[in-house]
């Protein structure tokens, strides 16, 4: 079995001092993520693929970088699947502020063109 779960990733180390029931759980997690791993790997390729066709035939249509690959708009769960919504007190005082600064701006050219 020491063969077997160091092949699966369990360093040699970490074996000795586990239980049986320890040892199956950490193979299959390390296989798991092996997997995982790969399929990520497997999609990068496809996309990479899809791009260099994009670059051979159509160099005009190619999406960019951050549209094609939008690695911020992965998530796992429904609740980060929700679009995020900014709360509107939040809008209101940039806006605000915003219309304060250009009033200011506006001021400061009014009185620069009186006495200039």
Known sequence: MYP???????????????????????????GKIRKRELEEQAYLDYKATQLNAYAFNDPKKMPKFDDYYNFDQVSTTEEDKAPKQQDWRIMKARMMER??????????????????
Do not use: L
């Open 99 to 116: 219309a304060a600064m250009i009033k200011d701006t506006k001021e400061r050219k009014a009185k620069s063109e009186e006495g200039g």
């Open 4 to 30: 077997k779960a160091v092949e699966a990733g369990i360093s040699a180390d970490r074996f000795w001092s586990m239980t049986y029931e320890e040892i199956i759980i950490q193979a299959e997690a390390n």
